[in-house]
């Protein structure tokens, strides 16, 4: 069974940082690009970062890009986001999402996620 | 950036009835175009991808249509649990872009 699993949310300061981490299991994680999507309280679905197999490209939103970092360990079925320089609106659920194909280039939509992790940008 | 525009807002249907739910796009995104259902406290599920593809295990009377710029997911006999929001994703071009998401509701 597929699963993915968040973790590393919580609650920080505006300019903060926080690393969060999900840890893939029932599937070969090296084979699949992954992703990070959020979601604001009450608001719609936001893409946020995709890293491919080999972490042979990445890919940001602009609301994150210099801010973000997206890795993987596949060693450790591990995908991560690094956060820094926070602010009030990156206040979201952050989900973890695999890529539905294996390809190389595979066409990114997302067809298992996580349950996703609360991150809070609060003074 | 390619906009996504979703129509209606909500959706009122009868049990039974067809939901229609409509999805724009800025510019051309072709086929890639996916839907997505997400009830309260759940993550994200795909149930339709490259416009009209099916998912694992979605039924068939969820059934998706279009090309270019509109686009249509369309639910036949509605049911109770079809009650949530839906959303469409372009991934034509970076970035990868959602639409604002319509509520089915259940009359």
């Known amino acids: 069974e597929v699963q993915l699993v968040e973790s590393g949310g919580g609650l920080v300061k505006p300019g903060g940082s926080l690393r969060l981490s999900c840890a893939a299991s029932g599937f070969t994680f090296s084979s699949y690009s992954m992703n990070w999507v959020r979601q604001a309280p009450g608001k719609g679905l936001e893409w946020v970062a995709s890293i491919g197999t080999s972490s042979s490209y990445i890919y940001y939103a602009d609301s994150v890009k210099g801010r973000f970092t997206i890795s993987r360990d596949d060693a450790k079925n591990s995908l991560y986001l690094q956060m820094n320089s926070l602010r009030v609106e990156d206040t979201a659920l952050f989900y973890c999402?695999?890529?539905?194909?294996?390809?190389?280039?595979?066409?990114?939509?997302?067809?298992?996620w996580g349950q996703g992790i609360l991150v809070t940008v609060s003074s | 950036e390619i906009v996504m525009t979703q129509s209606p807002g909500t959706l009122s249907v009868s049990p039974g009835e067809r939901a229609t739910l409509s999805c724009r796009a800025s510019?051309?995104?072709?086929?890639?175009l996916a839907w997505y259902q997400q009830k309260p406290g759940q993550p994200p599920r795909l149930l339709i991808y490259?416009?009209?593809t099916r998912a694992t295990d979605i039924p068939a009377r969820f059934s998706g249509s279009g090309s270019g710029t509109e686009f249509t997911l369309t639910i036949n006999s509605l049911q109770s649990e079809d009650s949530a929001l839906y959303y469409c994703?372009?991934?034509?071009?970076?970035?990868?872009?959602f639409g604002g998401g319509t509520k089915v509701e259940i009359k």
């Open positions: 510019r051309t995104v072709s086929n890639n």
């Open positions: 999402a695999r890529v539905r194909e294996t390809r190389q280039y595979p066409s990114f939509h997302f067809d298992y």
């Open positions: 490259d416009t009209s």
């Open positions: 994703q372009q991934y034509n071009n970076w970035p990868l872009t």
